[in-house]
T-cell receptor
Framework: GAVVSQHPSWVICKSGTSVKIECRSL??????MFWYRQFPKQSLMLMAT?????????EQGVEKDKFLINHASLTLSTLTVTSAHPEDSSFYIC?????????????FGPGTRLTVL | GENVEQHPSTLSVQEGDSAVIKCTYS??????FPWYKQELGKRPQLIID?????GEKKDQRIAVTLNKTAKHFSLHITETQPEDSAVYFC???????????FGTGTSLTVIP
């Protein structure tokens, strides 16, 4: 299947700093990527849909100025958590669709565990 | 977002018994229904999916059934093994068809 990578796999930062997470599709082009957040023992919550060359679409309740998404190429989307606070500590997972393959299947990155002190 | 309900939230079965997890959805236009298995600290892994043109799909010990009239689909695991212990999620597409919204998850424990 298609491969999606994320970097970093984990990060610890101080409160008030910004953290950038990268999501890459390694062997296919992804015009659409998705960002999820997962708190312990909870489900994956869709944060936003990242569209190559255009603005991201955010889910209700997700602050677009706090979670900046950039999808500058067909293989890379980035999520920047600005002015991070302890409540932003979570597991962030991206996914991508291979539009030339199965139309519906999404491929997930390995996730990034963010801890804000 | 799309309303996807999943039951039960926890499930314990004896090794060798069957496990069934059910999800209901609200968007009648949905036509793709995946099930994911997630182990602690790892990404979700697609284990089986079904499209709306069939009512059942089976892959060895795992099967998924779809009832479009009732708007629910179920995951069936037979002859459960300890390594089946994990959290299982269903997912449903959003109104635009691009996004996925996950169910609340079912923590399955298979007791040896």
């Amino acid at each position: 299947g298609a491969v999606v990578s994320q970097h970093p796999s984990w990060v610890i930062c101080k409160s008030g700093t910004s953290v950038k997470i990268e999501c890459r599709s390694l062997d296919f082009q992804a015009t659409t990527m998705f960002w999820y957040r997962q708190f312990p023992k909870q489900s994956l919550m869709l944060m936003a849909t990242s569209n190559e060359g255009s603005k991201a679409t955010y889910e209700q309740g997700v602050e677009k100025d706090k979670f900046l998404i950039n999808h500058a190429s067909l293989t890379l989307s980035t999520l920047t958590v600005t002015s991070a606070h302890p409540e932003d500590s979570s597991f962030y997972i991206c996914s991508a669709r291979d539009l030339e393959g199965a139309i519906d299947e999404q491929f997930f990155g390995p996730g990034t565990r963010l801890t804000v002190l | 977002g799309e309303n996807v309900e999943q039951h039960p939230s926890t499930l314990s079965v004896q090794e060798g018994d069957s496990a069934v997890i059910k999800c209901t959805y609200s968007d009648s236009a949905s036509n793709y229904f995946p099930w994911y298995k997630q182990e602690l600290g790892k990404r979700p892994q697609l284990i089986i999916d079904i499209r709306s043109n069939v009512g059942e799909k089976k892959d060895q010990r795992i099967a998924v059934t779809l009832n479009k009239t009732a708007k629910h689909f179920s995951l069936h695991i037979t002859e459960t093994q300890p390594e089946d212990s994990a959290v299982y999620f269903c997912a449903g597409p959003g109104l635009t068809g691009n996004q996925f919204y996950f169910g609340t998850g079912t923590s399955l424990t298979v007791i040896p």
